[in-house]
């Protein structure tokens, strides 16, 4: 079965950083693109970045872009979200997902996505 199993969360200062991984199995990853996602409490879960299936193409929400780079190693079926100058507005439950496709579209909206992981708590003190 797929799984998709995110780590790397935890707690940071405000303006520091965290190097997210979500490792896949069960899916042949390099036919997928895959996005983070996000969840505070009390809030919808809200796009992050996504990467196309190649790591041709990436997409960031504008509250992270210039913070956060997503990557990928097909080799090692993981994606990474390197987050930096970390706020406390970025506290939330991360997770990846998956989504079938070798298209250059960028995916965004979390019903596009075909698979989930856990989530992993990221906690950024001030």
């Known amino acids: 079965q797929v799984q998709l199993v995110e780590s790397g969360g935890g707690l940071v200062q405000t303006g520091g950083s965290l190097r997210l991984s979500c490792a896949a199995s069960?899916?042949?990853?390099?036919?997928?693109?895959m996005g983070w996602f996000r969840q505070a409490p009390g809030e919808e879960r809200e796009f992050v970045a996504a990467?196309?299936?190649?790591?041709?193409?990436?997409y960031y929400a504008d509250s992270v872009k210039g913070r956060f780079t997503i990557s990928r190693d097909n080799a090692k079926k993981t994606v990474f979200l390197q987050m930096s100058s970390l706020k406390s507005a970025d506290t939330a439950v991360y997770y990846c997902?998956?989504?079938?496709?070798?298209?250059?579209?960028?995916?965004?909206?979390?019903?596009?996505?075909?698979?989930w992981g856990q989530g992993t708590q990221v906690t950024v003190s001030s």
């Open positions: 069960g899916l042949t990853f390099s036919s997928y693109a």
């Open positions: 997902a998956a989504e079938l496709g070798r298209s250059t579209i960028i995916r965004t909206r979390a019903n596009e996505f075909d698979y």
């Open positions: 990467i196309t299936w190649s790591g041709g193409r990436t």
